[in-house]
């Protein structure tokens, strides 16, 4: 789960008197992002909250997109799917302003009777109209964001809820809550692990006739668990 477009949120609002207040937007974005100089490499089964590069920079690079978001007056909310995961987004807007809310399936997720963390954040946007056709916006968010990492044959770190217990990616809380033990494999290893992170970015969207739209939008944001500065630029078509 990772922070869902800010400019397809505007855009549903400008174009909520067309087709029935619906409005669809289908994306394609690519992510890059580094640690700092200061990251550590962690010792194998060690308990700790250090930074590991290579999980960070073989992270998966790219993500296919789709949303579905309705507008009743300025009450917004919508379903939509990155990848496989499901995911709902809520809020509100304006003409030169908007919040929106979203998070995934797992709201409440429940690991050995305790609650899990949830896949979520929330996001502050405005904008302005240049034309009738176009928009340009800035955000910013916060977010609990949740990325998948392969890190190719060979060695691989895998999560752990305790040292001596097999492997369980749907018990993952954070990065402080679980031992990360190296394993092999010829295929390599495939994951997913969270991490908080804030930022903002921008976005323009052309609307090329009544009904069909482009967008671009640039996403910075800062890594506070991994110490990671992150990237994304997402490249959509939207119909409303």
Not at 84 to 102: Q, R, V
Not at 147 to 173: F, L, M, N, Q, V
Request: proline share 3%.
């Amino acid at each position: 789960m990772r922070p869902p477009s800010a400019g397809a949120f505007m855009s549903a609002y400008q174009n909520r008197d067309s087709m029935g207040g619906f409005f669809f937007d289908a994306s394609f974005t690519v992510y890059t992002a580094s640690t700092s100089d200061s990251a550590i490499q962690a010792p194998e089964n060690e308990h700790s909250t250090s930074v590991w590069e290579e999980i960070v920079e073989t992270e998966w690079p790219f993500d296919l997109g789709m949303s579905l978001i309705r507008f009743i007056d300025h009450f917004g909310f919508g379903f939509g799917l990155q990848l496989s995961n499901p995911y709902m987004t809520l809020g509100t807007a304006f003409e030169h302003f908007g919040i929106m809310g979203w998070t995934d399936w797992r709201l409440i997720g429940v690991c050995d009777g305790k609650p899990e963390w949830f896949r979520g954040g929330i996001s502050v946007m405005e904008q302005i109209s240049p034309t009738k056709n176009m928009l340009v916006g800035l955000f910013q968010f916060a977010s609990r964001t949740e990325a998948i990492y392969t890190a190719g044959g060979g060695d691989y770190w895998i999560p752990h809820k305790k040292e001596d217990d097999s492997y369980s990616s749907s018990c993952w809380e954070d990065d402080t809550d679980c031992y990360w033990i190296k394993g092999t494999s010829d295929d390599g290893g495939f994951t997913y692990y969270g991490f908080i992170e804030y930022g903002g970015g921008a976005y323009m969207r052309y609307k090329m006739n009544s009904v069909f739209g482009l967008g671009l939008e640039f996403k910075y944001s800062y890594d506070v668990t991994y110490k990671a500065k992150r990237l994304a630029f997402t490249f959509s078509a939207f119909l409303g």
